[in-house]
């Protein structure tokens, strides 16, 4: 019973180390997303399209560790 | 449960009512074919049921079709498909997107009245359930690289994996981890969806539960303080039901653009 406890809360932990650096990554992503949209309203739409592009290869990490989570 | 809901401790009340949230979520047998081990879920009804409602809205908007759409309702789903068809698959794919739209606008509205339908008190999106997401990534996936060999050639599909223009010994290289990325997408669609759906519902519901748990241990006689937890978790409620109605429409564009994202990165010569 107390390792079954052990080991769900090490993997919410690992998780949650695991869904640091893709939310570092889409941040950078968004910021460079709206700098740009601001400095060229008129390329809104193809920086966007890059925008949702690299956050999703970044939030692949994070799912990674949602699915290993399960998984385990 | 009469029990439960007459304790005075809301932490009490909640370690009990918790479980039995987290098992409506599950996809048991709404009705089981015999004891064969196949049935309908609680998700595959949902599922039907949205398939009924796109086909319906789509039939009654597409009867009659006029050069300048004078309903309303008309209007509004020639909005949708517009917003699909320019923004998702003309500003994404660009040149020859024509032939995509109906599939990406399918996966669109599937998704976004799925996601809808969610957000009804005690109805279930069927887009949280991990099946039905598999089902509908599969889809994409198995699309986009139809796609991609038909306009590449199965070898020249393979070799277009890897960027060109590098130099020659980095191309196994690069391609491997091309390769692991493409085939990772299946997954990553999947488990976007099917996780952003789940746990904001399963969020909503908690904060349901922490709301109704707080009044009632009030109502039982329990500390007048809960009272004024309960209205803090009413406002979470709240502001979190706004936040899922923007993460139900977001998510379906997310998985749109994305598809389209994909074909075009099968499709385009680079």
């Keep these: 019973m107390e390792t079954t406890i052990v080991l769900a809360a090490l993997k919410l932990v690992g998780y949650g180390l695991g869904a640091i650096g893709p939310g570092i990554g889409i941040g950078i992503a968004c910021y460079g997303c709206c700098v740009g949209t601001a400095r060229q309203p008129e390329l809104a739409g193809r920086l966007f399209t890059n925008f949702i592009l690299g956050a999703a290869l970044a939030e692949a990490l994070a799912l990674l560790g949602f699915v290993l989570v399960f998984i385990l | 449960m ?4 007459t304790l005075t401790n809301p932490i009490e009340m909640l ?13 048991g ?17 949902y599922a039907c049921l949205v398939w009924v409602i796109v086909l319906a809205i789509v039939m009654v908007a597409g009867r009659k ?11 509004m789903v020639e909005y949708g498909y517009q917003m699909v068809r320019n923004s998702i698959g003309e500003g994404t794919i660009g040149h020859g997107y024509k032939k995509h739209v109906p599939l990406l606008a399918t996966l669109f509205f599937f998704i976004l009245i799925s996601n809808f339908i969610g957000l009804i008190p005690g109805a279930k999106a069927a887009t949280g359930s991990i099946q039905i997401t598999w089902a509908l990534s599969i889809v994409a996936f198995v699309y986009f690289n139809y796609w991609g060999v038909k306009a590449h050639g199965g070898w ?5 994996i890897a960027p060109s223009g590098l130099p020659a010994p980095m191309v196994p290289i690069i391609w491997v981890f091309e390769f692991v990325s493409l085939v990772i ?5 999947a488990v976007r969806l099917y996780g952003n759906m789940f746990a904001g519902h399963m969020a909503l519901g908690v904060f349901a ?20 937890l309960s209205i803090i978790w009413l406002l979470f409620e709240i502001f979190m039901y706004a936040l899922e109605t923007l993460v139900a429409f977001l998510q379906a564009y997310v998985f749109t653009i994305l598809t389209a994202v994909y074909i075009n990165l099968a499709t385009s010569s680079h």
């Design chain 2, 185 to 189: 997408r299946v997954l990553t669609l």
């Design chain 2, 29 to 45: 047998f709404l009705i089981e074919f015999g004891n064969s081990g196949y049935g309908i879920t609680q998700y595959m009804a």
């Design chain 2, 2 to 5: 009469e029990s439960a809901l």
């Design chain 2, 65 to 75: 079709l006029t050069l300048v759409p004078n309903s309303k309702f008309v209007n």
């Design chain 2, 209 to 228: 539960l922490f709301t109704s748990t707080f009044i009632l241990s009030v109502v039982n006689g329990g500390m007048p303080a809960f009272g004024g």
């Design chain 2, 156 to 160: 020249g599909y393979i070799k277009s």
């Design chain 2, 15 to 27: 370690s009990e009512l918790v479980p039995e949230l987290q098992a409506s979520f599950d996809s």
